[in-house]
């Protein structure tokens, strides 16, 4: 990212002896999780949570799906949305939260750059082609998304507990 995040602990959430987690901790973590979890909204409201791999390129999240999947029609009609990952531990590990809106990359040169990164992460399997602005695998094309940090959330568990707050831009 071109600018540093404004950086807070939730001294209310935290052990009195925990202190804010630097974005590099959390930035490192985003580069190296396997799974992340997709919180989006159905056009009725409902909630739609679904696990899904993600790339973390150029200070964003990058992930694709189906155009006729559930989390991108949910992104189609409103495309905020939550990216989650973590460990399911209680009592060690640290998770992070990202919130921010969808974004549609169709821009073939950097679709392909995206799918170097994600063989690269993931290994043969998500191996993808480039073609009219998706990716393709196999018979299937998926729909490439970014997610600019707006808001993030880093939880420490363990001794000390502690959840810290990015806020990216004004």
Known sequence: ?????????????????????????????????????????????????????????????????GAQERKALNLAANPQLVLTTGNNTWNKGFDVVVEGAAVRVTDDARLRTLAAAWECKYGSFWHFEVNDG??????????????????????????????TRWTFGD
Request: aromatic letters at 12%; a negative charge; charged letters at 20%.
């Open 1 to 65: 990212m071109s600018q540093a995040p404004r950086t807070e602990l939730n001294a209310g959430y935290s052990d009195e002896s925990a202190v804010a987690v630097e974005w590099a901790r959390a930035e490192a973590l985003l580069v190296e999780a396997e799974l992340f979890w997709i919180s989006t909204v159905r056009p009725d409201g409902r909630p739609h949570v679904t696990p899904l791999p993600a790339v973390w390129r150029d200070g964003k999240l990058h992930f694709c799906t």
């Open 134 to 163: 998706c990716f393709e695998h196999g018979a299937g094309k998926a729909l490439v998304f970014e997610v600019a940090p707006r808001t993030a959330f880093g939880f420490g568990k363990g001794e000390p507990f502690s959840q």
